[in-house]
């Protein structure tokens, strides 16, 4: 019996489930998608490209039927859905049939406009206050998707504290079966993910670069990890349009003291 349950297994090998970001050039790269439940880091500097990457995320995730939650506490809720809807993002719909939510993590409900959302932290410093909208608002929505913009808002004042931040998080996160992404602020000259063992708490980074390389910025993405599958290890050139990131899986730009190449792989 203990053989046929070998070989059971064996000719049945465990199928690992993937959520499949459909940002162009990005599965590719992950060999397929975030392995479901995942908690990944999107890191990187200012401008570099993280909220839309993971604004992008949800929309593909709500056109996909795996409704959403986005967490604002870097820009007011009216702003967030003003720059999606720039990219043809225009969530407002699937939150009216209660399939998409923002959380307004920023206002801390002042202001007229504030009034009017319905997830509201009242004390955006309270990371317990906002574990628990971000539940209801999880609930609510039965979303599958996640995103919280930016965790370093969260540790900003007490850096000691990130990483056990992350770890409720991701207890919160995973365990309510959602894939999510944690969007982690980094200086120009940082080398790091942003906060100290938030890296080793995440099943997942993704790194995004700007490089000045003769009188031009340049972008790339690389992923230093994610649990549970391969993925590419090079860093790959990416391009924001009108239509989103797109990401240039076959192609990896090499950088060598302040001279950038991009070679087709
Ligand atoms: N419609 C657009 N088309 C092309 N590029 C755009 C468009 N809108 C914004 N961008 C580029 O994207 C950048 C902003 O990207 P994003 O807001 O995702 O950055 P970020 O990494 O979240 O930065 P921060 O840490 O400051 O919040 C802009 O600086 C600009 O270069
Ligand atoms: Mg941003």
Redesign the pocket.
């Known amino acids: 019996m203990a053989a046929g349950l070998i070989v059971g297994l064996r000719s049945m090998p465990y199928q690992l489930e993937r959520v499949k970001t459909g940002i162009p050039g990005f599965d590719e790269i992950l060999d397929g998608g975030i392995p479901r439940r995942n908690v990944v880091l999107i890191s ?12 992008q995320y949800l929309w593909n995730g709500l056109r996909a039927g795996e409704n959403g939650v986005y967490v604002a506490l ?2 007011h809720p009216v702003q967030v859905r003003v ?1 999606m809807a ?2 043809g993002w225009d969530v407002k719909p699937y939150e009216r049939e209660g399939s998409f939510a923002i959380v307004d993590a920023f206002t801390g409900g002042i202001g007229e406009a504030a009034k009017r959302e319905k997830y509201v932290v009242r004390d955006p410093t309270d990371v317990g206050l906002l574990i628990d909208v971000l539940k209801e608002a999880i609930r609510d929505t039965g979303a599958q998707r996640v995103v919280i ?2 965790v370093s808002t969260l540790y900003l004042t007490k850096p000691s504290v990130a990483r056990s931040v992350v770890m409720m998080l991701k207890r919160v996160l995973s365990g309510m079966g959602t894939t999510s992404l944690l ?1 982690s ?1 980094v200086s120009v000259t940082e080398r790091g993910f942003g906060g100290p063992g938030v890296e080793h708490a995440a099943d997942g980074i993704v790194r ?1 670069d700007l490089d000045e390389v003769d009188g031009e ?1 340049k972008r790339s993405l690389i992923v230093w990890k994610m649990r549970g599958t391969r993925h590419s290890m090079r860093r790959h050139p990416f ?4 239509k989103g990131i797109v990401v240039y899986h076959d192609k990896v730009l090499k950088l060598d003291r302040g001279r950038a190449r991009e070679e087709s792989i």
């Open positions: 990187g500097g200012p401008g570099t490209g993280k909220s839309i990457l993971s604004q870097e820009e720059n720039q990219f913009d930016s969007v602020q995004l910025l391009e924001i349009t009108s």
